[in-house]
């Protein structure tokens, strides 16, 4: 399986448990490796054919910066739901991050892998 990737994609939202977190918008780092069939979009050089890295970042971002959620599980299952409506998604790997949320860390978050079979 093919896979477009979209690395880094840096997202501003209220996401966390606490209260000061709920009041401040933070940076969400967000990962997605989308799992798909190139042959096709190869064969007719048309974006119809492709997963659409672009509609699918500012589908994400809008998700991550509006959603509120609490936590980033939440959040990168939401995202992944996302993404598997794009009839060119097959499976799809998301990680969310959240830089600087631990001291002594880069950053925490969580990944997780879907498909459309699921």
């Not at 606490?18 to 967000?30: P, S, T, V, Y």
């Not at 409506?85 to 959240?98: G, L, P």
Request: aromatic share 4%; hydrophobic share 40%; with cysteine.
């Amino acid at each position: 399986m093919d896979k477009v990737i979209i690395k880094n994609l840096l997202a501003r939202g209220i996401i966390g448990v606490n209260d000061w977190e709920r009041k401040r918008a933070q940076n969400i780092l967000i990962n997605l490796t989308l799992f798909t069939d190139t042959h096709r979009a190869a064969e007719t050089d048309h974006i119809n054919d492709c997963a659409d890295y672009s509609k699918m970042s500012k589908k994400v971002m809008a998700h991550a910066e509006t959603a509120q959620r609490l936590t980033v599980e939440a959040l990168a299952n939401d995202l992944a739901k996302l993404c598997l409506e794009d009839a060119n998604v097959q499976r799809v790997i998301v990680r969310v991050e959240k830089p600087g949320a631990v001291r002594f860390a880069e950053s925490v978050g969580v990944e997780v892998e879907r498909s459309r079979d699921e």
